[in-house]
């Protein structure tokens, strides 16, 4: 089968999209679960290996689909365990993805898009540009990938790698309900995570549709002016219609939002900046990670704060029992930490 087209793959489909199709080709609907079995909990992704499939609904099978993986160019292991996977994809647009080994569970850092529109100042994929959305079996292709490397199941996925998710809404939120299927992967769905910069109008739509991932804000300033120096997408919404749409989404999810902070000197760091955060944040439930930035080499315009300095920021949400955690720094030594993907093939590339 032609590997360029995106309604070919069988990783494409949902499992009730499956059972159609299947059925579509003269099988039954316990073959689509039998290939659900082999392509999801066994590993299995040539047609022809799915011995308990008859041989007629194979061939036709194989006449009408595929199952295209993203080829591994290359992998890089952290000291402290972490692994990124450098993919390539069937048009020769690379990603990246990262896997992160922690005690009690296996982190899947996803892409959804190959570059990223949105231009922040502070992150290496907006400097790539954008190239294109990746399909929802190049997202569920990244999980089968890396846990045939990791030679593990993956237990979490969160969607903080190249690309912006709400930029790319239905093939991500296709991919998660793949992803999160109990017949298959089975990712819990709290254990899911989509995280966007601030994109109001997918916001409201995840609202809507009453979608149960969990959902993340990289926030990075709380003032409007400010955040829209290094957010330029930020001028678009502003901070007050992107927290009109968070409240609404907590009040009919019962959920909790994530905010995600990376720690700029000089940008953001300032007791203003805290006192400001806890205003914000205090109006609908959340919660509040404070990152670590990642140097982007010698050019790079920002840097980080001083392990004291970022304590003391920590401690200002502490003292007030506002929840806050302080996220350890995974894979910094391969760029594969937040804000340092760019899927390079060399160095220097
Ligand atoms: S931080 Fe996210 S939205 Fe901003 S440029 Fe990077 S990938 Fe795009």
């Not at 109008?201 to 120096?229: C, G, M, Q, W």
Request: aromatic share 10%.
């Amino acid at each position: 089968m032609d590997q360029s087209r995106d309604d070919n793959s069988l990783t494409e489909l949902r499992s009730g999209d499956l059972e159609k199709a299947v059925c579509g080709l003269g099988g039954k609907k316990y073959n689509a679960g039998q290939i659900w079995s082999w392509l999801y909990k066994k590993s299995v992704f040539d047609i022809d290996k799915m011995t308990d499939i008859p041989s007629v609904l194979r061939t036709s099978l194989k006449q009408n689909f595929s199952v295209p993986l993203p080829e591994i160019e290359r992998s890089e292991k952290s000291a402290d365990g972490t692994v990124k996977l450098l993919l390539k994809l069937y048009d020769s647009n690379y990603i990246e993805c990262v896997i992160i080994p922690e005690k009690d569970r296996m982190t899947l850092c996803v892409s959804s898009q190959a570059g990223c529109r949105f231009k922040c100042s502070f992150c290496s994929t907006g400097k790539l540009g954008f190239k294109r959305n990746l399909y929802a079996h190049e997202i569920v292709g990244q999980v089968l990938t890396a846990s045939v490397f990791a030679g593990t199941r993956i237990t979490n996925v969160v969607y903080m790698g190249m690309g912006e998710p709400f930029d790319n809404y239905d093939e991500v939120i296709k991919s998660a309900d793949i992803i999160s299927d109990d017949s298959g992967l089975a990712v819990g769905k709290r254990k899911i995570t989509i995280s966007t910069f601030g994109h109001v109008d997918s916001i409201i739509r995840f609202t809507n549709e009453d979608i149960r991932y969990k959902l993340a804000v990289s926030l990075h300033n709380p003032f409007d002016d400010e955040r829209n120096l290094i957010m330029p997408a930020n001028r678009k919404y502003g901070l007050k219609k992107l927290f009109d749409a968070l409240t609404a989404y907590t009040k009919k999810s019962n959920r909790k939002v994530v905010f995600e902070y990376v720690l700029l000197k000089n940008v953001n760091d300032t007791e203003r900046h805290a006192k400001e955060l806890i205003r914000l944040l205090s109006a609908l439930p959340s919660k509040l990670n404070l990152i670590k930035y990642h140097s982007q080499g010698a050019a790079d315009e920002f840097g980080p704060l001083k392990d004291e300095f970022a304590l003391k920021f920590y401690n200002f949400f502490r003292n007030q029992n506002f929840p806050v955690v302080f996220r350890s720094s995974r894979g910094e030594d391969i760029s594969a930490a937040c804000g340092q993907l760019t899927a390079k093939r060399k160095a220097g590339e």
